[in-house]
């Protein structure tokens, strides 16, 4: 099987960039030029995870299934686990599928390229702690159904139970974790609603940050009010205060320990362990180390989004964020496109910083936009906030889907909200 691009990772970045590059490529020769690789065999916006994990959105309603996304950009897709690279060659390998019962359903698939584009993502960084396999990670789809329905049961034993308590801790204030603490928060309102007062119990979280501030890598202003609200909703907000341990309901951390029924890590980003033994080189968080022009140490493989790490001033490199990976999916459609018409494209990369928002639940959010109005930078909180957060999805659909099916599927959306409820109880 040979494809000119092959892309893997169906991600914010790697799905952009393939429906982009399908629709310039592909529409008249039937998608046999790009070929998109992903693990599952459906997408899901990773800024979406933590409401996956809360229940407050429906994994198989919101998944678009990359088959028909594939048929509809005009790109070729395989389903499968990036296993190894010959650059020499020009290769990569698929690993085999098997199903549950361990029957052989896929065989080990190679496919050459002219061009590889890597945008594998990234997970969170364990920074080495010991216990971590106690804490729930919320690194993929699957990771978020999984605390999705545990923490449902752990809701159930709870209203049983003769405390009536349940603690969650959450490791890391980042975006990951804020938003995570806040979308509980709503969720265990809408649970408390549906199951009557027979069924209630409290829901303590306690939100655990080892710097001085929560949301350290946004202006001091959003980490003052995120804390507010937060604190405001009954958050437990913890500041330098350093996890040195995890054992099964308990966090052993530099001020002492905490109890928590259910922890989830959210701390720091680190690419996969695997991507150091590509042959290609990596940073000391394995993201591929690539130039102005995304181009890794090896000729003609390409690396974008939370797995490279690419310039960016001169002390950073681009941040890993969804902006970021969506920019970089714009800059390569525009440069592969070009290389296969044998043009060039000697523009660099130039990430734009437009600015972060933080959703804070009940139609709250908070953020800061970049370069507006002579370049200043604007304070945004509130429902407006919220609602500039939701329109980044909306973007990335758009980007993938058009307009009028975005508009489309929304619209979908909200009625089944207003049929079923916002909460998946199941
Ligand atoms: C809960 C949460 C909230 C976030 N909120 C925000 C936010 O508000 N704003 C923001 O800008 N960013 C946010 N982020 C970060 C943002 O999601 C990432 O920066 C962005 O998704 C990176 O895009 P990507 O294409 O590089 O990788 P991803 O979107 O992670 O996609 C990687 C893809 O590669 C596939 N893959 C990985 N390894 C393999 C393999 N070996 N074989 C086959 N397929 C593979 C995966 O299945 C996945 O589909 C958030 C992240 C999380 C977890």
Known sequence: MHFDVVIIGGGAGGLEL????????????????VLLVDRFPFHIWKPTLHEVAAGTL??????????VLARRNHFSFAMGEFSALDAQRK????????????????????????????ALGSGSNSFGTPGIEHAYLLEN?????????????????????????????IVGAGATGVELSAELLEAHAALLQSQGSAQRFRLDITLVEGSGRILAGLPERISEQATVALRRKGVNVLTDTRVVELRKGTLVTSNGEIHADMIVWAAGIKASDANAALGLEVNRINQ??????????????????????????????????????????TYLARVLGA??????????????????????GDNKGVGNLMGGLAGK??????????????????????AILGSVKTALLAFARLLQQRVSGRLKLH
């Open 91 to 118: 290769t990569i390998t698929l690993a085999e599928i098997r199903n549950g019962d361990g029957e052989l359903v896929v065989p080990q698939r190679v496919i050459s390229f002219k061009r590889l584009v890597l």
């Open 288 to 329: 591929f180390v690539v130039d102005d022009h995304l181009r890794t140490s090896v000729p003609d493989v390409y690396a974008m989004g939370d797995c490279a790490a690419c310039p960016w001033t001169e002390e950073k490199t681009v941040p890993a964020r969804a902006q970021a990976a969506h920019q970089q999916a």
């Open 377 to 398: 930078n604007f304070f945004v909180e509130g429902l407006i906030a919220k609602w500039m957060y939701m329109s980044l999805h909306l973007m990335h659909h758009r």
């Open 58 to 67: 429906d994994a198989h309603q919101e998944g678009l299934s990359y088959p």
């Open 18 to 33: 393939a429906a982009q590059l399908g629709r310039h490529l592909g529409k008249h020769l039937g998608g046999e030029h």
């Open 339 to 360: 290389l296969q018409r044998e043009q060039e494209v000697n523009e660099a990369f130039q990430y734009k910083d437009f600015g972060s928002l933080v959703s804070l």
């Open 141 to 169: 789809v699957r990771d978020a159904q999984r605390f999705h329905t545990d923490w449902l049961s752990a809701s159930s034993r709870a209203s049983f139970a003769t405390d009536r308590s349940l603690s969650i801790a």
